[in-house]
């Protein structure tokens, strides 16, 4: 079954050998490997820019959400370019822009020149990300699809947790006395192949029934997700003021009357910029659920627990990272186990991914109850590989389960939905851990206060597991067929 009555003639690619598809596999997760790196990958090397380019505090927090914000912002119209111009040239184009923009970010010298990079660079990654899950889903036929999927899902996950140890492992190193840069800089071969490569083996690809864009549409989306992910990335900074919620109030609204828009446009014949019909499988509707509460869950936990291992327990920035390396390769492992399981388990694979990392989060609270501040570094990390299983199960599988009944003329559009539901999901995360984190723990807390309030934070993200599972309901018993 489809969703969407238009359906691409089949890529070229998919009916060549499988060289052609493991190269375009290849760039295609290398692109999604560097966003989802360059998402996180500046928070350990915050201080170090800081100091070196003597940014304020305001001007340190937005190196980062500059570019969280212009991603999450950008993701729906990037994916629905693709579907009107071709997967592969927005590819191409996003990539470029996106390698340009971290060789500035790599040489600025002031905050303000790194911001405005980082602008350009989040919002390149919106144009480049929706094509690699489109790109997947066009090029892979259904035999080896969820195994694509799959890699993107680690591939996604891995970048995200890795991305914190890897930026203070490369500005430690102080490479070629570059200090911080190198976490930028180390962009420009990758993005350089993957442009060479991609130009010379991604199959192009459009949605047949694309003809033109939905400007109206784009601002409605853009003020509307502007509204809400501005005051949830920074209004946790400022005590989250009347204006913070009045903000997001106002971009509820401003989606309502973008939905409101897109029926009307539809109902005339014209093309929106989200296909509607798209809900209507609840596949779709219930996947993509999922994975907003998937990044909520994520943000709210690995910025947590970051707090508490080095807040908490006293430990050094170089000890909590035996944390992520220990996710990361609980991760790897879920995804390898997901994607053999997926086939014959259909949903019942990620959900018991989600019922493993809750048991193991569970026992990760049982032991912090028992040992408070003192628990010991070996006990402090351990977990993290049970839990980083448990998500990599579901992560693996979550892309797979979503999109496998889209059309392939819908590709793009989908894709975009998709990734745009995660970056709220983080966002939604880290404005939760003002409730669930830091009025238990304030600024400046360290000891007990910090790991009575992270032990109390895990309740959130075990509710956050327990609801996902339940979401996840709504996937297909078995992997789509068609």
Known sequence: MSTGTPVSSRPRAALEPGRARTITLIVVLVAE??????????????????????????????????????????????????DLFGRKRVFLLGTGVFTVASLVCGLAGTPTLLIAARVVQGGAAAVMVPQVLATLHVTFDQGSRAKAFSLYGTVMSLGSVIGPALGGVVTAADLFGLGWRPIFLINLPFGVAAMFLGLRHIPESRGDSARRLDPLGIVLSGVGLVLIAFPLTVGGEH?????????????????????????????????????????????????????????????????????????????????????????????????????????????????????????????????????????????????????????????????????????????????????????????????????????????????????????GSLRYVIGALLAMWALMFLLPKRRPTS
């Open 33 to 82: 490997l560097m966003n989802a790196l360059d998402g996180s990958i500046v928070y350990t090397a915050l201080p170090s820019i800081q100091g070196d380019t003597g940014a304020s505090s305001a001007a340190v927090q937005w190196i980062h959400a500059a570019y969280a914000l212009t991603f999450a912002l950008g993701l729906i119209t990037g994916g629905r370019l693709g």
């Open 239 to 455: 005590g989250w003021p009347a204006w913070s919620l009045l903000m997001s109030a106002a971009g509820v609204a401003v989606l309502v009357a973008f939905v409101i828009q897109q029926r009307h446009r539809t109902a005339r014949g014209r093309d929106p910029l989200v296909v509607l019909g798209l809900f209507k499988d609840r596949a779709f509707s219930g996947g993509v659920a999922a994975q907003l509460v998937f990044g909520l869950l994520s943000g709210l936990f690995f910025l947590a627990w970051t707090l508490f291992m080095q807040d908490g327990l006293g430990l050094s920035a170089g000890q909590a990272a035996w944390g992520f390396v220990l996710a990361s390769v609980g991760e790897m492992s879920g995804a390898w186990l997901a994607m053999g399981l997926a086939g014959r388990q259909g949903r019942r694979a990620p959900q018991a991914g989600a019922l493993l990392a809750t048991a193991a989060l569970a026992g990760y609270g049982w032991l912090i109850s028992e040992h408070g501040s003192g628990l010991p570094l070996t006990l402090a990390v351990l977990p993290l590989f049970a839990v980083g299983l448990g998500l990599g199960m579901v992560g693996a599988a979550l892309a797979d389960m979503t999109l496998g009944r889209v059309g392939h003329g819908h590709a793009g559009s989908a894709s975009g939905v998709f990734n745009t539901s995660t970056q709220l999901g983080i966002a939604l995360g880290t404005a939760l851990t003002g409730v669930a984190f830091f009025v238990n723990a304030p600024a400046g807390s360290h000891g007990l206060a910090v790991t009575s309030a992270f032990a």
